[in-house]
Each structure stands twice: as structure tokens, then as C-alpha cells.
């Protein structure tokens, strides 16, 4: 597919899928559109001779002419060639660190199995931690920002741990000139002071999980007695933001599930505690789960997205703008085409450690012993696997190749993929619709900013 | 033109002259833990 076109708060919006380039159009280019490539202008107008001019047809057809010739419309895809002669090495210079098989909380969504991976509950040791740093920096070859993120289970169950961890990272950091950022997930109720200084001064970002409304947290994001989280994370989650000074990261980040397929209300909610950087992310769950996502929630699942659009429009021309993760794309940069081509990374560039120093693509595929890829002390022992994940990406997904989406997304969540399809190459075709709209979304945005 | 206004000049293409240093963040270690998304990230070399 080389261009896509849809509708959005009242404008035409047409994509050119390789170049990038998009263009707010006409009506009359719109319907255009439908025949320019199968069909000569002869047969052009005659179709649409009842709707518009013969003139007007002319110029539009004139002026898509010009972008096509420009290479700003129906261009062609010029990067195949770039990932499939890519034999070079790759380096892991980013880290999910699993510094707690254990939770305080079992929300009833959670991927890792109440935090354990449906393994034994353990924390991880500062000599596991240690390790990783060390594995990491061996890893990384020439790339200079390393990541590690502290996540579990809850982290904060073993903060020792993270802070040896961050001790460590820092004294080899001066000595091999890396530059290390760190980002902790918590669930936030095990924050006080001491440990949201430590988290301000020492994270780069950190991610604090609410799902919105009191009565949507509370019914899924539950502690072992059964009782909800909302009136001691708000105000622990409140008081961590404040202390993020200008310019460091943080994100208030939730989960919606089919108990509230109106989530627009929950990130309503969060923007309007004043959350300046908010995340709500469809649950992934198999069909059959009570919570999960199915197509006939699509419909619905949409309608938010366009609200939220608007709405965030709105509050940016009133000065009361917030940013909205995934629609966080800017249109006029973001990541080069040798990164979208090449995925998110997963298994080459990026792996997930568990408490005992085993390694495995991601955080998502933590306790599957197919993917173990080997262990920090030992090494990497299945190197067909980092193969397999490198050339997992669009140009080996066929149907990445028909969609349109393919720079945006770059082939989507390989765990996702794999869960629902069993192979890493298929999408998982629900996420991909939702990643669709919401492309749709983040683009109208910035289109009808610019626009005004 | 009069009927196409063009808001983006195909930034995807023109990003082929950088060079690919992959020092950019991998997107699960910003917000998202499920759904990923590339083209929201940075680019580290702009």
C-alpha cells in the first residue's frame, strides 16, 4: 500500500506511506484519489461529473499529478534494501531488569502472573543486578545511552537492590564513558520520601501506574485483601510528579480493559489531577478472558480516540495541553527510517532479566523457557534466536507490507504477535487496529494544530 | 496549490541521509510495557 487517506475532525488527510510526506486535501483530490491510478482523466470525470466541475476535476487531478512527480505521492519504498543488507552485529544496550518476581498487588490484568511469571516469587540480588549493568555495558559495543528499567513484579519491593544497582551503574558508567538512563515501573504504593528522592534524582523517567477513575482502579488494580489502590497511590503519585522538576521525564501510566471501554473519562480524570504526561494502553489478554479486548469493543474503543483527539486539541489552543503517549508522534521527526524499519528491538537490542540472571527478549516472554536467550553470567547461548528476533521485522511480515502503518508501528509487539499467533511475523490483528486509529489520531492532531 | 496542502515534506524519506546511529531509546522502556510503538520515540541525533 503506498498511500492512505481518512477523515478526521473535519479534514481530508492523505498519507504517502514511504516518503512520510501528508497532505491535507480537498473534497474534490479526495474522490480523485479513489480513481487517479486506475483510471485516466477521461474516465475520471465522467465518474464524477455529477459532483464537481470539469474544471475543478482538471486541477485536482494537475496537482496530485505534481506531488506524484515530486516524489510526495505514490512513492515507492526505497529502504528494503538498507535492513536486508544488514549483516552487521547488533549490541543489547537496553535492559528490562526484573528486580522483583513479587508484587504487593494482583491486578487482575497482569501479564506477569500477579507478578511471579508463573514461576516462584524471588527477588532479585544486587550480585544478579550487578551483573546485568556489567552485561549490558559488555553488550553495547559503540552505542553510548544504555537503558536499563527497573520493573518487576513491583520494584520497590526490593529497593535495596535498585539502589546498589544504581550505585554500581554509576561508577562504571564514568569508567567505560557510557551514559545510562534509567526508568522504574511502580505501582506506586511503596513510595515515600526517601524513595522518591532517590527515584527523582536518580531515574530519567519513571512510570507510575493508575488506571483513571477510583472506581475503574479499584475494581482491577486490588490488593491481596481485595481492596482497591486509588486514595493511597493518588496522592503518593501526585506528590512523586511534583517533584519532577521541568524536563524530567515521568508518565501516569493506566490500563483500560472491557469493564471501561470508556477510558477517555479515566484520562480525563488524570489530566484534570493536572498529570501532564498520561498513558492509558489497551489490555492484551486471550479472548476468553473477561477483561479482554474483542472486536466488537472496536467500535467503541474508536469513538474515545476521536474525543480524546479533540479534546486534546482543544485543551492545547486553551493552554492546557498534556501529552498523550501514544499519540506522541511528531510528524516532522521522530525516530530515522533505519529505526522504524528495524522494529522495536526486542531480542537484539533489547532483553528482560529475571531475579536469577536469565535473559529473554523482553519483558513479555520472561518465564517461556523457548526463549531463553542465556543468562548474564554465562552469556548468550542462543544465538539463532537473536537472529531470528533482528530479521523479525516489516519487510519479513507480510502483512506488515500491505498496511499502511508500517513506519509508524514497525511491526508491532513481537510478544503480542506471538501469543496470539504463535509467530512472531503474524500481527496480532486487534492491536493492529487500534495502533491504526490511533496513528490516524496522533496525525489529525498535529495536523489541525498546524492548521490553525 | 488550491486544493492540497502539503504539512509534511516526506520528513520519512529525508531521515535516509542520517546515519542510522541507533542510539535512540527502545519503546518499551518509555511508557508502554504492551504496545509498542516506534515513531513516537526521539531521535538522539537531530
Redesign the interface.
Given at each position: 500500500m503506498k498511500l492512505h487517506k481518512f477523515k478526521q475532525m473535519g479534514m481530508n488527510i492523505v498519507i504517502d506511506v514511504n516518503s512520510g510526506a501528508i497532505h491535507i486535501v480537498d473534497d474534490i483530490v479526495y474522490d480523485v484519489l479513489d480513481y487517479y491510478k486506475y483510471k485516466d482523466l477521461s474516465e475520471i470525470l465522467l465518474n464524477l461529473k455529477d459532483k464537481y466541475t470539469e474544471e475543478q476535476i482538471e486541477e485536482a487531478y494537475n496537482e496530485i499529478k505534481q506531488l506524484e512527480e515530486e516524489g510526495l505521492l505514490y512513492t515507492e519504498d526505497p529502504y528494503k534494501n538498507i535492513i536486508l543488507n544488514d549483516n552487521g552485529p547488533s549490541y543489547i544496550k537496553a535492559m528490562c531488569l526484573n528486580i522483583a518476581h513479587d508484587c504487593n498487588l494482583k491486578c487482575k490484568y497482569c501479564f506477569a502472573s500477579e507478578g511471579d511469571y508463573k514461576g516462584e516469587r524471588k527477588l532479585m540480588s544486587p550480585e544478579v543486578g550487578k551483573r546485568a549493568v556489567d552485561f549490558v555495558i559488555e553488550n553495547a559495543g559503540p552505542r553510548k545511552n544504555v537503558e536499563i528499567d527497573l520493573f518487576g513484579g513491583e520494584p520497590l519491593m526490593n529497593f535495596n537492590t535498585v539502589k546498589e544497582i544504581v550505585e554500581y551503574a554509576r561508577k562504571r558508567e564514568k569508567e567505560t564513558g557510557k551514559n545510562i538512563r534509567f526508568t522504574i515501573t511502580t505501582n506506586a504504593t511503596l513510595l515515600n520520601d526517601e524513595k522518591m528522592e532517590f527515584i527523582d534524582e536518580n531515574m530519567g523517567n519513571v512510570v507510575l501506574s493508575i488506571d483513571g477513575r477510583k472506581e475503574v482502579n479499584d475494581k482491577i488494580r486490588i490488593r491481596y485483601d481485595g481492596t482497591g489502590t486509588f486514595d493511597d497511590i493518588l496522592p503518593k503519585i501526585k506528590a512523586m510528579v511534583e517533584k519532577r522538576k521541568e524536563g524530567k521525564q515521568y508518565y501516569v501510566r493506566g490500563t483500560f480493559t472491557r469493564e471501561n471501554l470508556d477510558f477517555y473519562n479515566d484520562v480525563m480524570m488524570l489530566a484534570d489531577e493536572g498529570f501532564k504526561e498520561i498513558s492509558i494502553e489497551p489490555v492484551v489478554l486471550e479472548d476468553k478472558h473477561p477483561l479482554s479486548l474483542r472486536e466488537e469493543d472496536l467500535d467503541t474503543i474508536f469513538e474515545q480516540y476521536d474525543k480524546l483527539a479533540e479534546e486534546i486539541v482543544n485543551r492545547e489552543k486553551q493552554g492546557k495541553g498534556f501529552k498523550f503517549y501514544h499519540f506522541n508522534i511528531d510528524v516532522n521527526g521522530g525516530p530515522c527510517v533505519y529505526k522504524r524499519i528495524s522494529g522495536c528491538g526486542a531480542g537484539y537490542e533489547y532483553v528482560a532479566v529475571t531475579p536469577d540472571g536469565d535473559i529473554y527478549p523482553c519483558h513479555q516472554f520472561v518465564g517461556n523457557e523457548e526463549f531463553k536467550l542465556g543468562n548474564v553470567f554465562d552469556g548468550i547461548s542462543n544465538d539463532e534466536l537473536i537472529k531470528t528476533f533482528k530479521n523479525g521485522h516489516i519487510y519479513n511480515k507480510p502483512k506488515c507490507m500491505e498496511c499502511w502503518a508500517r513506519f509508524y508501528c514497525s511491526g508491532g509487539c513481537q510478544a503480542n504477535n506471538y501469543s496470539f499467533n504463535k509467530d512472531i511475523h503474524i500481527p496480532y490483528e486487534l492491536g493492529c487496529k487500534m495502533m491504526k486509529k490511533r496513528v490516524e489520531c496522533a496525525i489529525a492532531i498535529k495536523a489541525k494544530l498546524m492548521e490553525e | 496549490?488550491?486544493?492540497?496542502?502539503?504539512?509534511?515534506?516526506?520528513?520519512?524519506?529525508n531521515?535516509?541521509a542520517?546515519p542510522?546511529c541507533?542510539?535512540?531509546?527502545?519503546?518499551?522502556?518509555?511508557?508502554?510495557?504492551?504496545?509498542?510503538?516506534?515513531?513516537?520515540?526521539?531521535?538522539?541525533?537531530?
Amino acid at each position: 500500500m503506498k498511500l492512505h487517506k481518512f477523515k478526521q475532525m473535519g479534514m481530508n488527510i492523505v498519507i504517502d506511506v514511504n516518503s512520510g510526506a501528508i497532505h491535507i486535501v480537498d473534497d474534490i483530490v479526495y474522490d480523485v484519489l479513489d480513481y487517479y491510478k486506475y483510471k485516466d482523466l477521461s474516465e475520471i470525470l465522467l465518474n464524477l461529473k455529477d459532483k464537481y466541475t470539469e474544471e475543478q476535476i482538471e486541477e485536482a487531478y494537475n496537482e496530485i499529478k505534481q506531488l506524484e512527480e515530486e516524489g510526495l505521492l505514490y512513492t515507492e519504498d526505497p529502504y528494503k534494501n538498507i535492513i536486508l543488507n544488514d549483516n552487521g552485529p547488533s549490541y543489547i544496550k537496553a535492559m528490562c531488569l526484573n528486580i522483583a518476581h513479587d508484587c504487593n498487588l494482583k491486578c487482575k490484568y497482569c501479564f506477569a502472573s500477579e507478578g511471579d511469571y508463573k514461576g516462584e516469587r524471588k527477588l532479585m540480588s544486587p550480585e544478579v543486578g550487578k551483573r546485568a549493568v556489567d552485561f549490558v555495558i559488555e553488550n553495547a559495543g559503540p552505542r553510548k545511552n544504555v537503558e536499563i528499567d527497573l520493573f518487576g513484579g513491583e520494584p520497590l519491593m526490593n529497593f535495596n537492590t535498585v539502589k546498589e544497582i544504581v550505585e554500581y551503574a554509576r561508577k562504571r558508567e564514568k569508567e567505560t564513558g557510557k551514559n545510562i538512563r534509567f526508568t522504574i515501573t511502580t505501582n506506586a504504593t511503596l513510595l515515600n520520601d526517601e524513595k522518591m528522592e532517590f527515584i527523582d534524582e536518580n531515574m530519567g523517567n519513571v512510570v507510575l501506574s493508575i488506571d483513571g477513575r477510583k472506581e475503574v482502579n479499584d475494581k482491577i488494580r486490588i490488593r491481596y485483601d481485595g481492596t482497591g489502590t486509588f486514595d493511597d497511590i493518588l496522592p503518593k503519585i501526585k506528590a512523586m510528579v511534583e517533584k519532577r522538576k521541568e524536563g524530567k521525564q515521568y508518565y501516569v501510566r493506566g490500563t483500560f480493559t472491557r469493564e471501561n471501554l470508556d477510558f477517555y473519562n479515566d484520562v480525563m480524570m488524570l489530566a484534570d489531577e493536572g498529570f501532564k504526561e498520561i498513558s492509558i494502553e489497551p489490555v492484551v489478554l486471550e479472548d476468553k478472558h473477561p477483561l479482554s479486548l474483542r472486536e466488537e469493543d472496536l467500535d467503541t474503543i474508536f469513538e474515545q480516540y476521536d474525543k480524546l483527539a479533540e479534546e486534546i486539541v482543544n485543551r492545547e489552543k486553551q493552554g492546557k495541553g498534556f501529552k498523550f503517549y501514544h499519540f506522541n508522534i511528531d510528524v516532522n521527526g521522530g525516530p530515522c527510517v533505519y529505526k522504524r524499519i528495524s522494529g522495536c528491538g526486542a531480542g537484539y537490542e533489547y532483553v528482560a532479566v529475571t531475579p536469577d540472571g536469565d535473559i529473554y527478549p523482553c519483558h513479555q516472554f520472561v518465564g517461556n523457557e523457548e526463549f531463553k536467550l542465556g543468562n548474564v553470567f554465562d552469556g548468550i547461548s542462543n544465538d539463532e534466536l537473536i537472529k531470528t528476533f533482528k530479521n523479525g521485522h516489516i519487510y519479513n511480515k507480510p502483512k506488515c507490507m500491505e498496511c499502511w502503518a508500517r513506519f509508524y508501528c514497525s511491526g508491532g509487539c513481537q510478544a503480542n504477535n506471538y501469543s496470539f499467533n504463535k509467530d512472531i511475523h503474524i500481527p496480532y490483528e486487534l492491536g493492529c487496529k487500534m495502533m491504526k486509529k490511533r496513528v490516524e489520531c496522533a496525525i489529525a492532531i498535529k495536523a489541525k494544530l498546524m492548521e490553525e | 496549490m488550491k486544493h492540497i496542502k502539503t504539512i509534511n515534506m516526506g520528513a520519512l524519506k529525508n531521515s535516509i541521509a542520517k546515519p542510522g546511529c541507533k542510539e535512540c531509546a527502545n519503546s518499551c522502556q518509555s511508557a508502554c510495557k504492551t504496545s509498542c510503538t516506534v515513531a513516537n520515540l526521539e531521535c538522539e541525533n537531530r
